[in-house]
């Protein structure tokens, strides 16, 4: 299609359509959605795909932009796909967004896209998925996709990356506890952000504390988690972290693992879709609203479950 | 049938076998235990259905056996149904459960139960809602349903209960971090246990400080959860447990809402279960694997979901 190709020649307008179109939830849109996404399949998979979280307030802005930055500065060409949760409503652009990372956004090699989020918890999208593959067709070296750490929306993005980066504040263990402890499972690479001026003393404990949980928490081997000392305001750290984030690299197992998973998901989501709108259903659950016995109603509509040719 | 009769006329041994039978994973089996929970269903409903919960070496043991024990003093019936998610493979009678409420479980009156649990986490199995069942046609008068605090287990439970009851040690507000934040929410009843001795003193403020966040946490502006010193060791407070049990009472609405979830749960679980084991969707496995875009292969494979006649 020519979409496509105009995605696939680099121009800028053609890009933003092209997310937008399969960021759209009108099902007549869909399928020039996947008309458009396998023509540029085949143009996929070449950029390294790196996901950042943290908590609001802990400088991921900042940090992107100044990585952002420094990588155009070296001729990368690098998108950044920034799923904010609170505009769950609006589904587009968000002015607040663009400007957050104004420099990066004015890079002629940058491109700086906001993503719908989905769900009460403000979740990422599946769309944000053929987002990522789309700026990858259009010839970014770098994919950054950038999530708040809220709800499920780590692991999500933690899995359609090949390189998950956390960024913590310089306010000791604390937020080793509680909520946090499940993301540790996500992460390769831990940066300790505003390590500069009067918290530096505080984040090399910081960077300590999580350099032994990290190491209680190991669950690859081959891979230690490492933690990375680093100021985005004062740029320093951050080529060392881009350069834990090549060293670590990317697997095509986990690539292909990733692919897997997101069918499932996206399969068992439509097709609960597709129960929850089924008239028999809806029988079913009067009748179990009524005193039947719900197991038996469920055991015997899956029963009845099949694939058309 | 004539399991059920024996149910309802108090056999022992055929409550036994009708709840083994319920939980059963084999598939020839099922459809005997659809025909007796048909049976058994105009029968139940009329028991005093509380789950309780709380993190291991909290007294819950000790604290079931005490209440159970009073009920049963008073001519009442109670059933005992354990998740342990320790014994996710046996499947079967863990005598470790036997002996914890041993006093309990030799009374005429009481049947103590251990359930099988499912899942990596130790999750609580469908079947433990219709071993529930099968106890209220049994006669049981209150059928109480432990968990540990594991996962998902303590959702699944507070979904088939009346009133679900929370266990907490007199060690201070610090449970109420983290991963006790979200139970919370599920919780009708908190019991600080082990008020007694030199422990008093630290219950009554841990007893504060769940009165400060129950009122934070209040989520039905109708039910204040009450925060109740009780120990289980001396006796103490169990009774004042449990009139905060029956004045929280029981909820049609809530029963047939939970009947609904129940319903819901049990297709997607099977659907899902179905759809692994379809050579169409292998097949589409394969394609993801081989470069397919997963996002519409899924929607492909969904788009020919159906419910036979």
């Not at 929306?153 to 990356?161: G, K, L, N, Y």
């Amino acid at each position: 299609v020519k979409l496509a190709e105009q995605v696939k020649n680099g121009d800028r307008r053609a890009l933003a359509r092209a997310i937008t179109l399969v960021e759209s939830t009108r099902a007549d849109d869909r399928d020039e959605a996947d008309q458009l996404l396998e023509a540029l399949l085949p143009s996929t998979g070449k950029a390294t795909r790196v996901g950042i979280s943290g908590t609001p307030g802990v400088g991921k802005s900042t940090f992107i932009e100044a990585l952002g930055t420094m990588l155009c500065s070296r001729g990368e060409r690098v998108a950044v796909l920034a799923v904010d949760p609170s505009s769950q409503k609006s589904g587009g652009s968000l002015l607040g967004d663009k400007t957050r990372m104004e420099k990066l956004a004015n890079e002629p090699k940058a491109y700086v896209r906001p993503q719908p989020s989905s769900g009460a918890l403000g979740g990422v999208a599946p769309s944000t998925r053929e987002a990522l593959l789309v700026c990858e067709a259009a010839g970014f070296s770098t994919v950054i996709v950038e999530t708040v750490g809220v709800g499920q929306s780590e692991a999500a993005v933690a899995d359609m990356v090949d390189t998950f980066v956390l960024l913590v504040s310089p306010a000791g263990g604390d937020e080793l506890q509680g909520a946090k402890r499940g993301i540790l499972e996500l992460v390769d690479v831990i940066v300790v952000n505003k390590a500069d001026g009067d918290l530096l003393v505080e984040a090399k404990k910081t960077r300590d504390d999580y350099d032994v949980s990290s190491k209680l928490f190991l669950r690859d081997a081959a891979w230690q988690v490492p933690v990375v000392l680093a100021s985005a305001k004062e740029g320093s750290g951050v080529d060392d972290v881009w350069k834990k984030i090549q060293l670590h690299g990317r697997d095509e197992g986990r690539r292909v693992a990733q692919a897997e998973r997101a069918l499932w998901r996206t399969l068992e989501s439509e097709v609960v879709r597709s129960l929850r709108a089924n008239p028999d259903v809806q029988k079913a659950v009067d009748e179990v609203r009524a005193g039947k016995n719900p197991l038996r109603v469920a055991r015997e509509l899956a029963a009845r479950f099949e694939l058309q040719r």
